[in-house]
């Protein structure tokens, strides 16, 4: 009940925050939106299935890129690319997900991590010279819906408000189903998941799968939003964030996740003038934070085990 009210509150929120609020305030509203969808499709694979993905921003910059090149290079409205947006990562994340699926903890995270270094690569040197190396890709198109275009700064913040909800109905609907459960059991022990008949290595690669599909339309929203793409966008530094931001909020927990994304990219956005000090001020406060909340800031709760149990 706490976590529902917290959730109604903060939709309600979103909801009326660009009546108030300037156009800078709505872009970074909508810089929060997007990067809120692309932290929960991290905690799938990390807060639910229980892997160590550090090369999360692949997806991301795979979806960016898909309408980055489809709009700005062949013209296709931006709502068409949508679902390429979708589709391209989710094939890959299949692809690379399959042959290393089975490596635990840190050697699945310095695989993924590999691999986010080799996608920045690929990107940079211009990759079948569509990528448009270092610099990018500039001029993306907006989206327009039977002849609405949209084109103001809060018309943009709904429809990544829209793809948020949508995030938030997945994963609620994820969590109450047969799938959620055995993501669950993987979690918490995998080789007890195989003995009960969960096929532990389909529901890892599906993990990926969703995942890399949510983190697609963010990407989308990305490129929609900044009308350009660029490889540094999406480095491994930004994998470490999006990891960060699961262990930070609490794994599996949507209020933790989204209050972790909200210390991550909007209060350094607030703080913007003391850019030298402000990663440092908050390095300091997630060391912080992992010593007084361990488990995270609103860590997840299964159930209402008694005391005496727990301890």
Known sequence: MK?????????LFFIIFPLFSNSSWIAI???FLIYSIVSL??????GRAGMFDMGHAIYFGMGAYTTAILSSTYGM???LTLPFAVLVPMIFSILLASPIVHLKGDYLLVATLGFNVVFEQALKNNIFGITGGPNGIFGVGIPEIFGLEFTSQASIYYFALFFLLLTLIIIRNLESSKTGRALHYVHEDSLAAETIGINTRFYKIFAFAISAALAGIAGALFAVQYSAVSPEAFDFVQSV???????VGGESSIPGVLIGTFLMFVVPEIFREFAAAR?????????????????????????????????
């Open 3 to 11: 976590k529902n009210s917290f959730l109604i509150a903060l939709l």
């Open 29 to 31: 509203g909508t810089t």
């Open 41 to 46: 499709s991290q905690d799938i694979v990390l």
């Open 77 to 79: 409205p931006i709502l």
């Open 241 to 247: 964030l999006f990891f960060t931001i699961v262990i």
């Open 279 to 311: 990663y440092f001020v908050f390095g300091i406060a997630m060391i912080l934070t992992m010593i007084l909340r361990p488990k995270g800031i609103w860590p997840v709760k299964f159930g209402k085990i008694p005391n005496y149990i727990r301890s």
